[in-house]
DNA sequence: TCCCCGACAATAGTGATATCAATACGTGCG
DNA sequence: CGCACGTATTGATATCACTATTGTCGGGGA
């Protein structure tokens, strides 16, 4: 999206360089840099240095103290549901864990989410749902993965979205990462398993008609099925599914 | 906790007086500052207001662009899990729908965190669970509130911990706002009622033994009483629960 | 006449630099 | 062992030049 944007600005430049870094581990926590230090690096100002450090300390990455100089922070104290660390993390080593417990929370809120949109969402809104179903049925019998993708995506940001909680909202763009990075690693089989689309059509209609239990039963059942297969291919402490072949993995159906 | 160091610094302070003013609406979307007035208004140099916008920035309540100023953002583009936000929220009029949505998002995530820590907790760590379980009955039996908040709030933290995921562990202050916002607005009964203490049980002694779909089942049963509570009293669209008196409530267990 | 488009200028953020103040860490002396 | 002092480093200010954006104005075409 804006990428443009992100880097409009010198700071943000040395936040895509400095933020990734510390994300990745490359610095220990207790790492100390110094504002000079900053400067000489990237070649900038106090000013910029400052603005920087500012936002890395606003996600509690690191600490800037008096004669201390910028310490870096333990990865627990970091602000995990930051959008921005969430994208570096994903973009850099940490990725496979990272999806992982995402795709954990989409399992624990989504359910919930669906049977709050069966509640509360307003009537206008209701039938776009199986709109995108219809369209994610056509565009996955044709074999288009990316125009999927859009809809597959579309369809769990709106379950959230009319949930009414804007906290389930906030998760939207974590789910759409979760998905794009399943798809992007081959998790996803080239048509879309007919048993997921049901699941999908049941969600939707289950919305439609205000039936708050089957909609939670059915959007557990497709985040369930994306769970447990993420565990079956990837026992505590084993290699990191993401980079295996897919098939290795055994692909599974939207989610 | 570290109200000291939040206001060490003259751009947090600036950023204590913006935040919450624009978190709680008292600023349109679309609302203009420019540096200069926050210069003025605020008593501070361009550098200090620049540091405090780049934070705002960060957290997507505003966004600054060159000849237009900084403009205050649509409050769905917020990022609601920021926790200074949540807290400048917590602190404002948007403290009821604010605590609403959380323990919403409680409700979903803590029971498939119980569930998580009795399928991965380290075996050292489960016996805390029931140690502090032990104390709270004992503080409950005593009546002493705010010594079993503390203990309600740990209990719920390790949980959290123990569930071994960096997401649902960092919904941690969360949780334990949301506890010492209900019983700030005496939601508590004087003495915690006995079941939701066994319920609290339960779930100590399932994550112990590694029962994952028991602890689930029990933690659910206690988020779930909390918020058929919270719904009960508060129809949607009815008045703020938070700001009626303890007794046209009905008060809940612990939670 | 109206509308569209390009150029120009006003405006506010962006970045750099110099300088001083405040603070906290470490050392050494009493 | 504790306290004071030196010093390194951030915190804060002032001021400058630069740049991007937007609104406007004027010209040309429909």
Redesign the pocket.
């Known amino acids: 999206m804006s990428v443009d944007?992100a880097h409009?600005?010198?700071?943000?430049?040395v936040l895509a360089a400095l933020g990734p870094a510390i994300a990745a581990g490359e610095y220990r926590p207790g790492h100390?840099?110094?504002?000079?230090?900053?400067?000489r690096d990237f070649?900038?100002?106090?000013?910029?240095a400052?603005?920087a450090?500012r936002v890395l300390e606003s996600m509690r990455l690191v600490v800037?103290?008096?004669?201390?100089?910028?310490r870096v922070t333990p990865a627990e104290d970091w602000s995990v549901y930051d959008p921005q660390l969430i994208r570096w993390r994903l973009a850099g080593p940490g990725r496979g864990a990272q999806l992982r417990s995402l795709t954990e929370l989409r399992a624990a809120v989504e359910p919930p989410a669906a049977a709050a949109a069966a509640r509360r969402a307003a009537p206008e809104h209701r039938a776009r749902l199986m709109e995108l179903n219809r369209s994610m049925a056509a565009t996955g019998a044709a074999g288009d993965l990316d125009a999927f993708l859009r809809l597959d995506v579309e369809f769990h940001r709106l379950i959230l979205e009319l949930s009414g909680n804007e906290m389930f909202r906030g998760l939207a763009g974590v789910v759409a990462e979760v998905l794009a990075g399943r798809t992007e690693y081959d998790l996803m089989p080239q048509h879309p398993r007919p048993e997921a689309l049901r699941l999908h059509a049941h969600v939707a209609s289950a919305v439609c008609d205000g039936l708050p239990d089957v909609a939670q039963a059915a959007m557990r059942a497709i985040v369930d099925e994306v769970v447990t297969a993420l565990e079956h291919v990837d026992p505590p402490g084993g290699t990191d599914p993401w980079h295996l072949p897919a098939t290795a993995l055994g692909t599974t159906g939207p989610g």
Do not use: K
Not at 32 to 39: A, I
Not at 43 to 48: C, E, F, N, Q, W
Not at 64 to 70: E, I, K, N, Q, Y
């Open positions: 944007t409009r600005t010198l700071h943000n430049r100390v840099f110094t504002l000079e230090r900053l400067e070649g900038v100002s106090r000013t910029v400052r603005e450090v800037s103290r008096p004669r201390t100089g910028v």
